[in-house]
């Protein structure tokens, strides 16, 4: 049963609400927020800098009130492709990320560096780091405060001829969609299933997996296809209309300490770019 339950393992775009002082912050003050940490991910070449921002992560999971468990849920489908990819990188990078690098293992045309090595522990925990920041985001905020928040965001960039509003909807629209469509492909996995269609086999196993989930692309394909189409239909329905001369009802007002935290975000990214980091 747990081959068809994908929806427990999607972190992104779900609300949890627990109460914490991320879910009271004002949107635009988490926004930044994110923005900063991700800068810091980013551009966090080595090793001792990538343990600092999965400690920086963690008390960021903490902040929220969100179970640890649940907070790495996401990482569990992703876990194969990243290990294919440390797999590639070792294999086929070896002398040419940086020859001046010691070599650290060495069979056949097969060669392994220190700098290779530091690179595939540094891909996994940006990736991890990465995973857990977006997590943490959209577990704490609602989609109608991420859509103001954007909105409000980009409303400087009105006189740029910069759809901001637009932006804001595609984007909440974006994340609302990654659960409901890991529903569907639930669903008919199931229904596959019930007629003879086999899921099962090992996680690892990833070219294998892909092929016995082929045949629910296409209707998978089909069915965002037609919610999007009915979601159209609905905001027709509603006398929706975007751009200049929109108002809306609920109005951001944010106090000073929703700032604090993209005040420290903005300090630390600081921190991590021009730390010394040996390794």
Avoid at 4 to 13: Q, Y
Avoid at 250 to 259: I, K, S, V
Wanted: hydrophobic fraction near 55%; charge should be positive; include cysteine.
């Amino acid at each position: 049963m747990n081959e068809f339950e994908l929806l427990r393992n999607i972190t992104i775009g779900q609300y949890l609400p627990t109460g914490s002082y991320l879910h009271r912050m004002d949107p635009r003050a988490k926004i930044v927020a994110m923005i900063f940490m991700v800068a810091a991910v980013s551009f966090a070449p080595t090793i001792l800098g990538n343990a600092c921002l999965l400690a920086a992560c963690l008390l960021i999971v903490w902040l929220g009130r969100i179970p640890l468990g649940y907070a790495f849920r996401g990482l569990i489908p992703a876990i194969p492709v990243l290990a294919l990819l440390a797999l590639m990188q070792l294999l086929f990078l070896g002398r040419n990320y940086d020859p001046a690098s010691p070599v650290v293992f060495r069979w056949g045309w097969i060669v392994v560096t220190a700098a290779v090595g530091r690179l595939v522990l540094v891909s996994a925990a940006r990736f991890v780091e990465l995973l857990i920041v977006t997590s943490v985001f959209t577990l704490t905020t609602r989609t109608t405060e991420l859509t103001h928040g954007i909105e409000s965001l980009l409303r400087p960039l009105r006189r740029l001829r910069v759809p901001g509003h637009e932006l804001a909807l595609v984007v909440t629209i974006a994340i609302r969609f990654v659960p409901t469509l890991a529903l569907e492909a639930e669903r008919l996995m199931k229904a596959q299933a019930s007629r003879g269609g086999r899921f099962d086999g090992s996680r690892w196993r990833v070219v294998d997996r892909a092929r016995r989930l082929l045949p629910i692309v296409v209707p998978l394909f089909t069915y965002a296809l037609r919610r999007g189409e009915e979601l159209i239909v609905a905001m027709e329905a509603r006398a929706y209309t975007g751009g200049a001369g929109r108002t809306a009802y609920a109005t951001l007002q944010g106090a000073p300490r929703d700032w604090l935290a993209p005040a420290a975000a903005l300090a630390f990214c600081v921190g991590m770019l021009r730390a010394p980091f040996p390794f």
